[in-house]
């Protein structure tokens, strides 16, 4: 650990020397910005995807034990660690803070990440549910945004209705048939 430091901090060192970024604050509080979004792109993509990973893993494990951050950023950082199951429910989370702020286009767009995460585990009956909850949650998303005859929330019901099958919980069918109603 104190080889990675001191390797990290001459490597900081150079890239500040070359303008590339620049230092706000003194240690220990130091933060470090990028010269341009670009370059920072650059130099993101420049990371094997495994060593990305593990930065956003070791980002996940910092963020997840501060209950001040909010949900979306650690879900970002769980989507990108490969964290699957722990990003759905992260970002299902996001999604329903945003609900309840009213911030409908954060809640569409939390929820829709919350739904890609799930699909890779809906195998499984308890996934398979949890995504059905928040399809039915994004509907109604959609119809406090735009209002009962919401195309969007009719188009995301249909989805919900799709697997109504494999659901247990009676208040859930009772929202999609709502929904659909």
Not at 40 to 63: C, G, N, P, Q, W
Request: hydrophobic fraction near 45%.
């Amino acid at each position: 650990a104190q080889m990675d430091e001191a390797t990290l901090n001459v490597a900081l060192g150079k890239l500040e020397e070359s303008e590339l970024i620049f230092r706000t604050g003194t240690p220990p509080h130091v933060s470090y910005v990028f010269k341009h979004a670009l370059v920072r792109d650059v130099a993101y993509e420049s990371l094997l995807k495994t060593r990305r990973r593990e930065f956003h893993r070791r980002i996940f494990d910092v963020f997840e034990t501060d209950p001040a951050i909010a949900a979306e950023l650690t879900a970002h950082h769980a989507t990108e660690a490969a964290m699957t199951e722990k990003a759905v429910v992260l970002w299902g989370q996001a999604g329903s803070a945003a609900q309840a702020r009213p911030a409908y286009e954060e809640a569409v767009n939390h929820l829709r990440m919350a739904l890609s995460e799930v699909s890779s585990l809906t195998d499984d009956p308890l996934w398979r549910e949890r995504e059905v909850r928040y399809l039915v949650q994004l509907a109604q998303v959609y119809m406090a945004k735009e209002g009962y005859a919401s195309t969007e929330a009719s188009g995301v019901f249909v989805q919900a209705m799709e697997h109504i099958d494999v659901i247990d919980d009676a208040e859930l069918r009772v929202a999609i048939y709502y929904g659909i109603w």
